[in-house]
């Protein structure tokens, strides 16, 4: 795992939305992830983690 991706995880912990913003941008996946956020926090920030996980 590269220091990006280290940070972007840190990240992700603490601030779901801005993670997922960091790594796809403006748009339908930051949109989920704040509603989800706003609603449980849990499944935002897993929704986070997959984001930036993923290849």
């Known amino acids: 795992m590269d ?3 280290l940070l972007l995880v840190i990240i992700a912990i603490l601030l ?3 993670a997922v ?3 796809k941008g403006m748009g339908k996946d930051l ?3 704040i509603l ?3 609603f449980f926090f ?3 920030l ?3 983690l997959w ?3 993923q290849e």
Do not use: E, W
């Open 16 to 18: 779901p939305p801005v």
């Open 42 to 44: 849990v499944p935002g």
């Open 3 to 5: 220091s990006n991706k």
């Open 36 to 38: 989800l956020c706003i």
């Open 46 to 48: 897993v929704h986070a």
């Open 21 to 23: 913003l960091l790594k």
């Open 51 to 53: 984001v930036v996980l």
């Open 31 to 33: 949109l989920i992830n």
